[in-house]
C-alpha cells in the first residue's frame, strides 16, 4: 500500500560537524535540540571511518562492518521519526568512496567518524 502525504517544509537546520563526531549521534543530538520530530536528512562530507550496516532478512537483524580509513561522502540521506516513546529514530543510508573510487554503502550506524567535516 503506498500513501501519500502533502506537506511544506516548516524550516531547514543546517548543521556543520567537526572532525571527530559521530554522525549518528550528532544528527540525534542537533534533532533532539531543534525539537525535531519528523524530517528529512542530507549529507555530504568526510570520514576517517565508516561503520555501516545490511540488514539480514533470515536473523532479522543488521550485519555491521567497518571501512577504516579516510573516505569522502559521496551520498547519505535518510529520514527522522519520532517513536511512540518519545525518542527519535534516524533511518539513513550512506555511500562512501575511497581514493580508488572503491564504493562502500549500507546503513548509517554507530561510529562512522567526520575526518574533516560534514554538513
Not at 555501516?52 to 550485519?63: H, P, V, W
Request: charged share 25%; aromatic share 6%.
Amino acid at each position: 500500500m503506498v500513501r501519500s502525504l502533502t506537506t511544506e517544509a516548516k524550516r531547514v537546520i543546517f548543521a556543520r560537524m567537526e572532525p571527530g563526531e559521530d554522525i549518528l549521534k550528532t544528527i540525534e543530538t542537533v534533532s533532539s535540540k531543534h525539537g525535531v520530530r519528523a524530517g528529512q536528512l542530507t549529507l555530504i562530507g568526510a570520514v576517517s571511518k565508516a561503520s555501516l550496516g545490511f540488514f539480514e532478512r533470515e536473523s532479522m537483524k543488521y550485519k555491521t562492518f567497518t571501512v577504516d580509513k579516510d573516505l569522502e561522502v559521496v551520498s547519505c540521506m535518510g529520514n527522522i521519526a519520532s517513536t511512540h516513546e518519545g525518542g527519535l529514530i534516524v533511518h539513513a543510508h550512506i555511500v562512501v568512496a575511497d581514493q580508488d573510487g572503491r564504493c562502500y554503502g549500507g546503513h548509517l550506524m554507530p561510529g562512522c567518524e567526520v575526518s574533516v567535516t560534514m554538513e
